[in-house]
């Protein structure tokens, strides 16, 4: 989880970033694009009143000199608010609050309708236009014309203003989008590695389950083996635990093919081909399974129910594992010289035994695969916590369920319970 959360963060990031450098881009342009067409459109209009103040100065007579104060009056009349005219370097009107310098007017850069730049005086951003003519002395005897220099202002906070309110607004667009990009990466990712992780969560349970399974009938051959090595037994009993040994080896042989199925059991629509099986046979082969066992603890094994002459559609080998499960449970959790109860009806198998019983709380929890009530006697007995994780798979392929009823120090009842009859 801790890693689909990182995977979901990084990309989500990097959405965001990628974001921001296409809406900042696109915003860019959009400023850009702005003042273009507005130098372009008041460029237009402030080269028209100039042109129109030319005019009207050749009017008046091309022949005569035109006097300053004759250009500054057709100036005023002409130019729009804003605007100022220098001859040279000397201010000779300006209604602007924005004072021109010469010198700092690049007039190798001509853009038409008119020259322009941007500037920020005073915390205002401002747009400059500006052109240049020659006016004054026309056709005279030095025939040089004094040079005069025409600026217009216009303030452009305000397209500054919109950007930076448009960035905001992308940012805070891009800050909800990304919540919901990662919300819905965390989302998509959970679903597509969630069989993954089934895989994986399936792969554990069989690795343990096999453990799990294998010690029981290993257990029990090795002591007869054992048994054989040291004692002398009579052949009857000598072939007993022969074939004993042979079952239980064939019946491993069968189960670690079964073992290697297992993940069905965690797949909702698993199917197991289901026999009829004798309840009589089934007790008799697990009461010899887990004899050795009992045996060390000196406990009785004692069947019950209506189960003479039954018989019941299951997997036999799934079936012999989800008793012996349950029995050596028993076992752990009973006292020397006790009893333990295997049963049937028509419609349930159970185990039940009179010993430590399950705390009402830990009572759901031991369903879960690894959990174990008590942890320092599960450990010492080996036991893994997997035996009622798999009982209750085992049930669920079976059409049933695992019904649990225990009490602390009296004991507990374990039943699969069929939904359908068998």
Known sequence: ?????????????LLFVLAQIFSFYVIYVSHREKIK??????????????QKCFLDLRSINQEAAAKDYVIIYYFRRNMMQNTAIYKGTEELYNNSPYEFDINHTDWSEYQYPAACRTEKIGGRYLLVLYQSEELGRYHTETDENEMYYFYYVLDITSVYEESFSLIVRELMVSLLFSAGMAALLVYLIKKI???????????????????????TPLTAMKGYSETLLGVKLSEEQKERALLYINRESGRLSRLSEKMMELTRLYEPECSIMLTEVSVEDLFDAVRESVGHRLSEKNLTLVQEGEYRGKTKKMDVDLMTSFLINLINNSIMASAEGGRIYMGADENSL????????IP????????????RVDKSRSRKSGNMGLGLSLCEQIAAVHHGSMEIVSKAGEGTKISLIFFTKH
């Open 193 to 215: 590695t969630k069989p993954l992780q089934a895989v994986n969560e399936t792969q554990r349970q069989l690795i343990g389950s096999l453990s799990h399974e294998l010690k």
């Open 360 to 371: 009402p709380e830990e009572v759901e929890k031991v369903r879960k695969a690894f959990y």
């Open 1 to 13: 989880m801790k890693m689909i959360k990182k995977i979901a963060f990084t990309a989500s990031i």
């Open 37 to 50: 067409l507005l130098s372009e459109k008041e460029g237009k209009y402030f080269s028209d009143a100039l």
């Open 350 to 357: 159970w185990v039940r035994d009179e010993g430590c019983g």
